[in-house]
């Protein structure tokens, strides 16, 4: 009988040693785990693919994961567009999974062909989301010259505290 409860124990022992060597589970985002900024293609809204390879040189990048349709992305964009002339040394790159007229139709109505500093396309493979885990539009991540991660706002950010964070640098 004392063998029994000997083998109970030794197998209960065992199993909670096993319990405490498996290594936990690391729920952090991918952008916090890995800072270069991702690998992704794009699909410009002159129908040209687009990778982040192709990001012209700029002191800071901002990426934009916004929905065409979201009353905070037009916000957004409205408030980057007044700021423009104090965020030139920003590279914006305006990323959406929506339908690709209504990409068309946000950049047509917020301008954005007239400013060299931003690009906007359709991300078809869903990478940009996914990677950055988002759960409000507009998620914002900004990365510095050398593309590693600085700052996140997952629900946007207020072009004050843009432009003070990218000017304290």
């Not at 007044?82 to 068309?104: C, E, P, T």
């Not at 590693?148 to 207020?158: D, I, N, P, R, Y």
Request: glycine residues 2%; proline residues 7%; contains cysteine.
């Amino acid at each position: 009988m004392k063998w029994k409860y000997y083998c109970a124990f030794l197998i209960i022992f065992i199993s909670c040693l096993k319990l405490q060597a498996q290594s936990p589970i690391d729920n952090r985002p991918n952008y916090i785990k890995n800072p270069a900024l991702p690998a992704f293609k794009l699909i410009l809204t002159d129908s040209s693919l687009f990778t982040e390879k192709l990001i012209p040189k700029a002191e800071y990048t901002c990426i934009v994961y916004f929905s065409p349709d979201c009353g905070h992305c037009q916000y957004e964009a409205d408030q980057m567009i007044r700021k423009m002339d104090s965020l030139k040394q920003v590279q914006f790159v305006w990323v959406s999974y929506r339908d690709f007229n209504d990409i068309k139709a946000f950049g047509r109505k917020y301008q954005f062909d007239l400013y060299p500093n931003i690009i906007l396309g359709r991300d078809p493979e869903y990478i940009v989301p996914a990677f950055f885990q988002v759960k409000f539009t507009p998620f914002v991540a900004l990365y510095d010259k050398n593309k590693q991660f600085l700052k996140a706002w997952e629900s946007g950010v207020e072009m004050p505290e843009l432009l003070q964070f990218i000017h304290k640098k």
